[in-house]
């Protein structure tokens, strides 16, 4: 069985200072690896995904996020936050081989103050 | 570029009626997946389908639920018999296949409550 845990309910940042949202994983195998972001009444939307490769990924609206095997993480990051960053924030996982199906954890709500 | 449609975004039902929900996928994807999501919680996935074949479900998807995807374009989902444990948002989500083309674009799911 695959599974995602997100050790922090709420992650509190004060605008421009960096951001750490935590992701760790289990998985049978190699991960795929994936953060989404969710805003109140809107879908989820894709941030960045880590397939294979350079261990850092970057993805949309400046965050990146890193993938540490050993440690089985895919922390969110991000150096400048913003207020508009304000939101929930998903880390998901799918073994390389096997089922399509993502498996989420239950969510980071990140909240930036001005 | 059109993403992800459902339809209807909210749905109120009584308990033991019958619903349909729909999706229709990004428009070149061939891939199509169902998750529900319920409040402070991520998704769980419900099904999947590749073109119109079902290929993947999950034992959360009871003999009450149904999904299909009769010519591989739009999706339904239809819950017989509802009931209040079945209040949730229901996601659709869309991918590309072939080599990492993974990720899934959702849509912005149907609220169900059941009252």
């Known amino acids: 069985a695959q599974s995602v845990a997100q050790p922090e309910d709420q992650v509190n940042v004060a605008e421009g200072n960096p951001l750490t949202v935590k992701c760790t994983y289990s998985?049978?195998?190699?991960?795929?690896l994936f953060w989404y972001v969710q805003y109140p009444n809107r879908g989820l939307q894709f941030l960045l995904k880590?397939?294979?490769?350079?261990?850092l990924v970057k993805g949309s609206y400046g965050f990146e996020a890193e993938f540490n095997k050993s440690q089985t993480s895919f922390h969110l990051k991000k150096p400048s936050a913003l207020v508009s960053d304000s939101a929930l924030y998903f880390c998901?996982?799918?073994?390389?081989?096997?089922?399509?199906?993502?498996?989420f954890g239950s969510g980071t709500r990140l909240q930036v103050q001005p | 570029d059109t993403g992800v449609s459902q339809d209807p975004r909210h749905k109120i039902t009584k308990r033991g009626q019958n619903v349909t929900f729909r999706c229709d996928p990004i428009?070149?994807?061939?891939?199509l997946y169902w998750y529900r999501q319920t409040l402070g919680q991520g998704p769980e996935f419900l099904t999947y389908f590749q073109n119109e074949a079902q290929l993947e479900k999950s034992r959360l998807l009871s003999d009450r639920f149904s999904a299909e995807r009769p010519k591989g374009s739009f999706s339904t989902l239809e819950i017989q018999r509802t009931e209040q444990g079945d209040s949730a948002m229901y996601l659709c989500?869309?991918?590309?296949?072939?080599?990492?083309?993974?990720?899934?674009?959702f849509g912005p799911g149907t609220r169900l409550t059941v009252t």
């Open positions: 989500a869309s991918s590309l296949s072939g080599e990492g083309r993974y990720e899934q674009y």
């Open positions: 428009s070149e994807h061939n891939r």
């Open positions: 880590y397939i294979t490769g350079d261990n």
């Open positions: 998985v049978s195998g190699n991960p795929y």
């Open positions: 998901a996982v799918r073994a390389v081989t096997g089922r399509r199906a993502l498996t």
